[in-house]
């Protein structure tokens, strides 16, 4: 058993090493001590460790955002700024290929060579990734509650003769995260001249939010054909307040149903794998045998459908 672990492992580490050399920019190796030359004698510094261990997760992070942005989706960056994550996406990529061995050598010592090591290899590495979707739901809910009280601030200041962006740069500073965050990189981006219109519109991309999309387009058209911007802005706002009201009481007479929904999906996988850690050989049979296997299919199958249906029961569009 000790041979076959062994064996294993350097198996691992072999292929992850492949990996990271595949992921490699090309003639890396030849242009460093170029590079660090170079840079020594242009009075620049060499880079540092944390530059160089980066390096090659840099690479497969280029490669997945390019990836992703063929696709039409957001690039890792914009997903980790969305989350309000102070990560690289280098930094990222080493998080996820961390958590893979990691997950990979305790399902290796604890069960043996077998599919519990893919399953385990694979569900931490998305551990981190769904850490991230949790961070930019919780943010962009934040965002939300906040835009109501945010126009409203921003009507008073275009009232008061304020310009739109000083009326902006006012609620940044009277304000708190995460909004005020929002609006501080978009007086930052408009000080270093980038246009109204473009701002706001980077704003929107970083956040994801749709009242905000709203709200950024009627300051689109205001500023192309005209208009009281101040009392369009007390529109949307009482608009949004409304949604936002409603968006409440929907959540708190669905809040059981969605409460019965998840503890229904997630009971019978507690209950396997509590019995599979604590009693290995009494639940083993459900992988070794073709009908437990097939049970088990079968199991998570319904499981899926069923958390499906009750999601798109209790899911109301506002």
């Known amino acids: 058993m000790s041979g076959v672990i062994v064996f294993s ?42 530059e160089r261990v980066n390096q090659p997760f840099q690479a497969l992070a280029d490669r997945s955002s390019q990836r992703r942005r063929l696709n039409g989706g957001l690039t890792l960056g914009e997903h980790l700024i969305r989350a309000n994550l102070k990560l690289r996406p280098s930094e990222f990529v080493m998080i996820q290929v961390a958590f893979l061995i990691g997950g990979a050598l305790i399902s290796l010592l604890r069960f043996g060579f ?18 991230v979707k949790f961070r930019q739901a919780r943010r962009l809910k934040a965002l939300n509650r906040q835009l109501p009280d945010t126009m409203s ?25 995460p909004i005020a ?28 939010s749709e009242d905000l999309d709203l709200i950024v387009t009627a300051i689109t058209i205001q500023a192309s054909v005209g208009g009281n911007l101040a009392r369009i802005l007390d529109s949307i706002s009482h608009t949004i307040r409304q949604r936002v009201q409603i968006k409440g009481q929907i959540s708190a007479m669905t809040a059981q149903a969605r ?8 009971l019978p996988v507690a209950v396997a794998a509590i019995l599979y850690f604590i009693t290995p050989t009494y639940f083993r049979i459900m992988f070794n045998d073709r009908i437990g296997i097939g049970l088990l299919f079968l199991a998570g199958v319904s499981v899926v459908v069923g958390n499906l249906f009750i999601r798109r029961i209790v899911n109301f569009r506002v």
Request: proline residues 6%.
């Open 9 to 50: 492992a350097l198996g691992a580490v072999g292929v992850f090493i492949a990996c990271v050399a595949l992921a490699l920019p090309s003639r890396m190796r030849e242009s460093d001590e170029l590079h660090n030359a170079v840079a020594v004698s242009g009075g620049l510094r060499p880079p540092t460790v944390r």
């Open 114 to 131: 077998g599919p519990q090591f893919v399953i385990s290899a694979v569900g931490a590495y998305l551990l981190p990734m769904r850490y």
């Open 153 to 177: 601030l921003l009507s008073n200041a275009l009232k008061a003769g304020l310009s739109l962006p000083q009326a902006m740069d006012t609620v940044a500073r009277n304000t708190v995260a």
């Open 181 to 208: 965050d929002e609006l501080g990189r978009v007086i930052r981006e408009m000080n270093i001249g980038s246009p109204t219109e473009r701002a706001l519109t980077n704003m929107v991309r970083r956040t994801g």
């Open 259 to 266: 409460a019965s929904g998840w503890v229904i999906t997630l």
